[in-house]
């Protein structure tokens, strides 16, 4: 019996301890709003802290930077932790992450004051609200470290940088292009967000010129419910992986004798080669007496942010998968309807062979369309998947030959003629 009573007594300490907050501990409290995306590597919060104990301000505090943490670990539409297998591996390392030494390297900036401060429960807790700012760019460095998530050097390793292109939506049929000439608000947006991508490393192309869309438009024309979408022609014309249209809107009013502004971005993200949506974000400037430019580029890195954490998990996704192309292959020449099927079976069986995967998307007697994942290994470049597939072509359809109209990183634009 007296032997129980010194482990009896290890226990209810510890319990006691716990009940007081470890230095590793996850917060008591979750309660997080996202502000805004201050810099391309920090993001500002309004965290909620519940404080315990004797020293409960303290406590309170330090619960509120610990929330911030874990905010932009899990919380929100884009947080850093994304799949299972992620949050898995993080429970291994999760103490450290919110000790005190680790936050204050995380928490970059915090706000001297609370903006509110309230005792529960009869004053045995105490719940503050703060604002801080909170090193995302670090804390993904740390866990890149930690094994918890994958190095964005792995990923590009296998598949490449993602290319991406940025372009302002525009109705149908009109050029993007034209329309960042004629206002400058849109030329401004697309710079900022064109500087947000290159400082996170992100390969970006600037569409320039529209040569290659006459072909592409041609080719397409032929699809069932075609309709002229220059975004998407641009994109795979010029070979993104992914592409990013934004709108820009700008408010004024006079407060007395002085005008103000507030600016308004919207920001979506495309796959190329599906024009599947990959997120949507709505970016606000505060409402100010400044310059045009200075209020669209608030509300940019206000909505870019969310965006571009969805392209990454895109990415990852894509990894798994393989790497994607899309596949428009025109049908010319004088093939009777025998040869027209044999065509057209000749190709899906040769892309059974080549590909890990595909879909067909359209399938007419002009026009074939796919989507086709290969293997990063044998096919990392799209010219080595044409290779293949003129050759294996040439074999099982004696009557036509394959040919190419336009390649890039993305799009192969083949036709077939009669040989």
Not at 198 to 208: G, I, K, L, S
Not at 381 to 392: H, M, V
Request: charged share 30%; hydrophobic share 40%; with cysteine.
């Amino acid at each position: 019996m007296n032997r129980l009573l010194p482990l009896a007594f290890l226990v209810l300490a510890a319990c006691a301890y716990a009940r007081k907050g470890t230095p590793g501990e996850v917060p008591r409290s979750k309660e997080a709003v996202f502000v805004e995306s201050v810099s391309p590597a920090e993001v500002k919060v309004l965290a909620t802290g519940i404080g315990v104990g004797k020293k409960l301000t303290k406590s309170a505090l330090l619960d509120a930077r610990r929330c911030a943490v874990y905010f932009v670990l899990f919380g929100g539409t884009d947080p850093l932790l994304q799949t299972r297998e992620e949050k898995e591996k993080f429970q291994l390392v999760k103490g450290k992450y919110f000790s005190p030494e680790r936050l204050s390297r995380y928490i970059t900036w915090e706000q001297e004051t609370f903006e509110s401060r309230v005792k529960m429960e009869g004053g045995k807790k105490l719940k503050v609200r703060k604002y801080f700012i909170v090193n995302k760019g670090l804390l993904r460095e740390d866990l890149v470290a930690d094994g918890v998530l994958t190095a964005r050097k792995e990923i590009t390793q296998a598949l490449g940088l993602p290319v991406i292109m940025v372009i302002p939506e525009v109705p149908k049929g009109e050029s993007p292009i034209d329309a960042m000439a004629k206002d400058p608000k849109l030329k401004q947006a697309a710079q900022v967000i064109e500087s947000y991508l290159t400082a996170r490393r992100y390969d970006v192309v600037v569409p320039e010129q529209m040569e290659t869309i006459g072909n592409l438009a041609e080719a397409q024309a032929a699809l069932k419910g075609f309709e002229e979408d220059y975004a998407y022609q641009l994109a795979l014309s010029v070979g993104s992986d992914v592409y990013i249209t934004f709108t820009v809107q700008m408010n004024e009013r006079y407060v007395g004798s002085t005008l103000v502004r507030k600016g308004m971005v919207g920001v979506r993200a495309y796959e190329t080669t599906t024009a599947r949506l990959l997120g949507t974000e709505t970016g606000y400037s505060r409402e100010r007496p400044s310059p045009e430019a200075v209020v669209v580029e608030e509300a940019v890195h206000d909505a870019v942010d969310k965006v571009l954490s969805r392209i990454m998990a895109y990415w990852k996704e894509d990894l798994e998968r393989g790497v994607q192309y899309k596949v428009i292959v025109k049908v010319e020449g004088d093939f009777d309807e025998d040869e027209l099927d044999d065509l057209i079976m000749a190709f899906s069986e040769l892309l059974d062979e080549l590909a890990e995967d595909y879909k067909e998307n359209v399938v007419t007697e002009e026009t074939m369309d796919y989507l086709v994942w290969a293997d990063p290994e044998k096919f990392a470049k799209s010219t080595k998947f044409y290779r293949a597939l003129r050759k294996g072509f040439a074999e099982k359809f004696l009557d036509g030959k394959l040919r190419r109209i336009n390649i890039n990183r993305k799009l192969l634009l083949l036709k077939v003629t009669r040989r």
